[in-house]
């Protein structure tokens, strides 16, 4: 077995991991780089070796860190299957196109106004690509196994999102296990992880690897902003990302409804029509859940859709006018750096009455991480907008395992009584946080470990 690290490795984006098993060459993930510019000009260049040779994707989940460069990859030449579970496919569907539908506009855009530093912008991959791109995938069977050739692949289910998986690879009686990323214990909508079998090789994923998450009740941490949001005349922007986060928020929404803590008077906007789509496919997908079919049914309950661009325009300009009636705006993306949210962030930053609560990892380099950390102005579209809005960080509602929570799944992966793994590689996190990691399995659990480099092929 061959393991190169092109991407994830030095950072907390752009997950991907070529696994080569003889003449057999596997992709695990296909992600975008995301945050410091210097990492997203990574997207634009090849992925590394023939990209023709490649057998096959496996796909851990659906965020774009994980498979939002599928699309480059099959305009580099790729054509072959894409392994994941039916909802991550069916998620991956919405979350493609519309990654693409947002590159289009990006290129318009730059190309109407001059802003490019290129004589014409152009998308990383256009929607008829991504398009294409859906008809390679494979939904693995209900039992997660998948044979190719004689390689046994199988995906476990990991928490964190629908669908989403740790990947196990045995070929020639050796073996590789992938965590993706770990789901949290006592998420809001996700089930605790699988156990899933063990393996000589871990690649662990490490985003929270320094940090453990408050013991804070995001229900009643959202009630309490509301309440004095609320009462000074203010609105509340929860900047969100589109598919696990956003209904993670709509289900505590709900229940502050229902529990007579929000107003009925007080709409709830969502404003995305990727989270729209994501929501209808959370509501299908209800028996991977872990609270009821009925309560998944409820998310929608009352709760206005914006879908066209210049209604959403209208609802910005609406909620910063002088003696605006307050609302709930949930607007994507999770990390303010483009979308549909920068349309709220521009009209209702500069204004101190109301609320901005980023729900989940800011990763370094984004709009968000910059805000949440207390810079008072911002650059959005060309502008620099004042930040006078209250701003709050709602750690409760991060989809992740925290460094206790991937130990944890460390040791039920491997017991006291079982061999330990030969070697653990810590990727998926910024360099504070996969070191801080190693530092834990090294001297809590004493297996070899360590952080591997961007690029970097190790044998074994």
Known sequence: MKLTFLGAADTVTGSRHLLTLGDQRLLLDAGLFQGFKALRERNWRPLGGPTTELDAVLLSHAHLDHCGYLPALRRQGFKGPIYATAATRDLCDVLLRDSAHLQEEDARRANRDGSSRHEKAQPLYSVREAEATMKQFVAVPRDGRVMLGGTEVRFTPGGHLLGATSIHVRHGGRSLLFSGDVGRAGDLLMP?????????????????????????????????????????????????????????????????????????????????????????????????????????????????????????????????????????????????????????????????????????????????????????????????????????????FSGHADADGLLQWLRATYPASARPPEQVYVVHGEPAAADALRGRIQDELGWAVRVPQHGETVEW
């Open 192 to 396: 605790t992880p699988q156990v899933p079998p063990a393996a000589d090789i871990v690649m662990i994923e490490s985003t929270y690897g320094n940090r453990l998450h408050a013991p804070e009740d995001a229900q009643a941490r959202l009630a309490q902003i509301l309440r004095t949001t609320l009462k000074r005349g203010g609105s509340l922007l929860l900047p969100s990302f589109a598919i696990g986060r956003a209904q993670a928020l709509l289900l505590v929404l709900q229940r502050l409804r229902s529990a007579g803590e929000l107003p009925l008077d007080v709409p709830i906007w969502l404003d995305s029509p990727m989270a729209e789509q994501a929501t209808e496919l959370t509501i299908q997908h209800a028996k991977l859940l872990r609270i009821s079919a009925s309560e998944a049914r409820s998310l929608t309950d009352r709760v206005h859709y914006v879908t066209k661009q210049a209604q959403s325009l209208k609802l910005a300009a609406s909620l910063a006018a002088p003696r605006a009636k307050p609302a709930i705006v949930i607007s994507a993306s999770g990390m303010a750096t483009g979308g549909r949210v920068l349309n709220y962030l521009e009209t209702l930053a500069p204004q101190p009455q109301h609320h901005i609560a980023f729900p989940g990892f800011q990763a370094g380099g984004t709009r968000g991480a910059r805000i949440v950390a207390g810079e008072r102005e911002v650059k959005i579209r060309g502008r620099w907008v004042p930040v006078n809005a209250e701003i709050s960080h709602l750690d409760g």
